[in-house]
């Protein structure tokens, strides 16, 4: 029992000379480590609403909303911080994780505690959706798809969808928001469509 006695003894003098091994928060701002995993942010420049995030999200923390109007589809991203279990799910598999700024990131943020729920959320602007031209369904985003179209480079050209995404996102095409219909042609494959779509018009058709 002598020696457990002087180990004791000997980090009792060090805290009285170095002092305490805690910080001093809340009354010194206190600096986490490096890697540490706070608070979950949003970026509206780097998202492009793919909703990897919140395939991953094993608390079911992040939802997306896609609200579909008369003209426009629109896609927002958002964050419950209340649910969120901090385990970086989301940052590590972002689809922009590599990109200047990455979608999500954890910053070193960590005092989060609050009363109302409503404002522990992070949120993205709204992001227009592309839907498909003949059955009407949602395909992705718009910035998704442009993503996908400059990593590819020239082999994107390959893909219709892709093609006339890009040409849209430059202004060299027109947007129109069309209705469904119940028939495919030829023509069809020239547009932005859906897979089950795009099946439709190069297989059963042809």
Not at 55 to 66: G, H, K, N, Q, S
Not at 164 to 186: H, M, N, P
Request: some cysteine.
């Amino acid at each position: 029992m002598r020696y457990p006695k002087l180990r004791e003894l000997r980090e009792a003098i060090t805290a009285l000379i170095k002092g305490p091994y805690t910080s001093k928060f809340p009354y010194e701002p206190h600096e986490p480590a490096k890697r540490f995993r706070g608070k979950p942010v949003y970026s509206n420049e780097g998202c492009i609403a793919c909703t990897a995030c919140a395939l991953v999200c094993p608390t079911r923390a992040i939802e997306f909303r896609d609200v579909v109007t008369k003209g426009k589809a629109m896609r927002k991203m958002i964050l419950h911080l209340d649910e969120c279990h901090y385990c970086g799910q989301c940052s590590a598999l972002c689809t922009t994780r590599d990109d200047v700024p990455p979608g999500i990131k954890h910053t070193s943020e960590f005092d989060l505690a609050g009363f109302d729920r409503a404002i522990m959320v992070s949120t993205t602007d709204e992001k227009e959706l592309a839907v498909c031209e003949i059955c009407g369904d949602i395909i992705t985003s718009k910035a998704h798809l442009n993503w996908i179209a400059t990593k590819l480079g020239p082999l994107a050209f390959s893909n219709p969808t892709l093609f006339i995404a890009s040409l849209k996102g430059l202004g060299f095409s027109e947007d129109v928001f069309q209705t469904a219909k119940d028939y495919v042609s030829r023509s069809d494959r020239i547009k932005i469509v859906c897979a089950k779509c795009r099946r439709k018009t190069t297989i059963e058709q042809f």
